[in-house]
């Protein structure tokens, strides 16, 4: 470990601002939290915000997984990693049931997360209005008054033009009832895992200095029509080429040699685990 | 039209004021400018009331206050003071310039539609037609992509819309079906008022006469109250029951639409009519 730094390098007083910061969250479960963002030693959108949250929040006893787009192999998985392994000296692991705190971009993992632990989500835009809303102090007040209207009409909008809703990732939900939220730019596949999970959500949002949440047990409903359900992505017919999962969110490929379309599961160590090989 | 039921909208001194004022402000206006700081009272002392099914016109010269009253009803813009009332808000018993923020989208949405004389105002140009309805089906509650679908055909039938257009942008539609598209959005939710803010100027004649016939068959079948501001006398005369009619954010005249036609009694009113061609 570093001697020259503080542990998990952020100095403590700093570290219990982002965590009171996450407890407000975790009490309001949506709602986007400012905090002071700190400068860290990569660029803002670069995963400042996840980074921020999983220093403040981890301990000695932490086990540690990053991944970024479901791999734990990662250039930016493997040297977030390895930063926070220089500074806390807290074991890491690419085992999803064996971390207590998960750091990810882009994907949550296949298996279900259980109750001591807690995924951290970097996230680049935190505003799920802000598509439609350039103004925070708007946002804001479309937030306390429950305005979604335009999002809705985002929808619709994109039903008349492509007869479906178009959105792939970033898909609006609701939580507990009152807060839209963005789920940051996770597949829309991956937005039912976070309906009534075991587990806590941390979003962190380092350029936009935003912290939000999404506890455990708490209704998290994806936009929806009455008439038109909401529908994440199919893979039918597709399945892994190394585990054969027809179940799980599959990457598309194309072998460099042949030209031939190829499938394999996004979230890595769940497709070593199912195939048995060392995780 | 009875005048002896409740109004739709009771408007009570309705005064708009353009800069910061001062003291004796209002007491020596030149025309609606204050000589002693230059404040402009766009509005100044309006009251005025609206029967159901009704449709109350409203003439003037530009710059008369036409639009600040129309506009100041659909929330654009903040009166200095006055009070406005809703039949359907409250039971007409809260001023709606004092309603939440929610409760103003809900007036907006549900108890009034308003058209604008320029389209931009009331039309999201890069949405389709069918959203642009719908935005206001949405705003009002509905979640069902089906029915709002529908209303949107019914409605753009309605207008002399074709269907097959619906999910192209308005920016692609000449002024007139622009104007039949704000219309239509503004008819949605049903509304108890509709505000027609010079909705002919600048269409060409054949166009002209399209959307007044709309507009009178949208009385006759809807029988909502309508307030209609123009500054042509012909659109009046064609659909006005009574008219009023303002000068310098003032009132200057008002009754019947024949009575102000035929018999004007303000010298203003009588230039205005006899200066038609």
Known sequence: ?279 | MCLNETPVLQVRNFTLRYGSGCPACGERLEKNRCALCGSVWAANDLSLDVYPGEVLGIVGESGSGKTTLMRSLYFDFTPTFGLALLRDYQEGRKNIWEASAADRRMIKNRIMGMVYQNPILGLRMNHSTASNIAEKLIAAGSRNAGQMTERARGLLESVEIMTSRMGEAPRNFSGGMQQRVQISKALANNPALLLLDEVTTGLDLSVQARVLDLIRKIKAEYGISILLVSHDLAVVRMLADRTIVMLDGKIAESGLTDQILEDPQHAYTQQLVHSLI
């Open chain 1, 1 to 279: 470990m570093y001697s020259d730094y503080n542990f998990a390098f952020l100095d403590e007083g700093s570290k219990r601002e982002i965590r009171r910061a996450s407890l407000k969250a975790v009490a309001i479960p949506g709602y986007q939290v400012p905090f002071g963002s700190r400068e860290l030693p990569i660029g803002r959108g670069w995963g400042t915000g996840g980074i921020q949250l999983t220093l403040s929040l981890i301990g000695p006893d932490d086990v540690l997984k990053v991944i970024d787009q479901g791999s734990d192999e990662s250039v930016n998985a493997v040297n977030i990693k390895k930063f926070i392994g220089l500074c806390t000296d807290v074991r890491t692991t690419a085992n999803s049931r064996e971390a207590t705190l998960i750091q990810t971009r882009h994907r949550i993992p296949e298996i279900p997360l259980s109750d001591g632990q807690i995924l951290v989500l970097q996230v680049p835009i935190p505003e799920p209005l802000r598509i439609v809303e350039p103004r925070e102090e708007v946002t804001k007040k479309m937030h306390a008054e429950k305005d979604y209207a335009p999002i809705w009409l985002q929808l619709y909008e994109s039903l008349v033009k492509y007869k479906k809703v178009t959105l792939a990732s970033e898909y609006p939900c609701m939580v507990a009832g009152h807060y839209m939220m963005n789920p940051s730019p996770i597949p829309k596949f991956d937005n039912p895992k976070l309906h009534k999970a075991d587990c806590l959500y941390l979003f962190g949002a380092g350029r936009e200095k935003k912290i939000y949440a999404v506890p455990p047990h708490t209704e998290v409903v994806s936009l929806a029509f009455d008439d038109i359900p909401f529908e994440p992505e199919h893979f039918e017919g597709k399945k892994c080429r190394l585990c054969g999962s027809a179940d799980t969110y599959l990457d598309e490929m194309f072998d460099a040699l042949t030209g031939e379309k190829l499938y394999q599961c996004s979230d890595t160590s769940y497709c070593k685990e199912v195939r048995g090989a060392c995780v």
